[in-house]
């Protein structure tokens, strides 16, 4: 799990640098399967990404059938309103260029302009489009959650592994076989050092000597 900072891009085009992927350590850049991002984050958004090199847990985690929900915390130009919290919530709410309209959101507002967003899907700009419906343009934009995950005190530019534990991955949102390369990973749970093994798509963990 990575904070990613503003100005990065979520793509392995040199053209495109800075990339998240520069962050990582070098040797991870060489794994095959590639090391990829599950739900990208746009250059001028900031927040929790994770990463992986297990391919059915991206599209277990990024598919909208999943109804993973992602937490986003929106800074506006404008005061929010309390009828956008029913707005947003209805399942009505259509983006502009689109003939389908978004999924129930939930709108949290935390201040007179900023607010929390949760979504069960992806689309382009999402957050930003959705608040551009209502005449609000998103001044700062950051994931503070991506399902059972929180960014928490995660540094901006730095990273943290994340144990597969028996919930993350037993559960019906990411119910994914687990490579035996991730065999001897170690893990930091609590600021505890774990080693991982796996027997078929079971997970046992026992503290790292």
């Avoid at 707005?87 to 607010?115: H, N, V």
């Avoid at 019906?172 to 050092?193: F, G, N």
Wanted: hydrophobic letters at 35%; glycine letters at 6%.
């Amino acid at each position: 799990m990575l904070n990613k900072p503003l100005g990065y891009a979520c793509s392995r085009d040199p053209s495109e640098s800075p990339l998240v992927f520069d962050l990582l350590p070098e040797r991870w850049n060489r794994r095959n399967p590639a090391v990829c991002a599950i739900g990208r984050l746009d250059r001028d958004a900031s927040g929790l990404l994770l990463l992986t090199d297990i391919p059915g847990l991206v599209h277990k985690l990024a598919s909208p059938k999943s109804g993973t929900k992602k937490v986003y915390e929106a800074v506006l130009d404008k005061p929010l309103r309390s009828e956008w919290i029913d707005l947003f919530a209805s399942g009505g709410l259509l983006l502009s260029g689109e003939d389908k309209p978004c999924r129930p959101a939930r709108l949290d507002m935390t201040s007179e302009k900023t607010a929390l967003l949760t979504l069960t899907e992806g689309r382009h700009h999402q957050v930003r489009r959705m608040f551009e419906t209502v005449g609000c343009t998103v001044l700062c934009l950051r994931r503070v959650s991506f399902g059972p995950w929180r960014l928490g005190e995660v540094e901006e530019g730095s990273y943290i592994h994340l144990p597969l534990d028996v919930f993350s991955v037993r559960s019906e949102v990411m119910r994914v076989a687990i490579p035996p390369r991730l065999a001897c990973a170690v893990l930091t749970r609590d600021q505890e050092r774990y080693t991982c093994s796996t027997k078929g798509d079971d997970i046992a963990r026992r503290r790292a000597p």
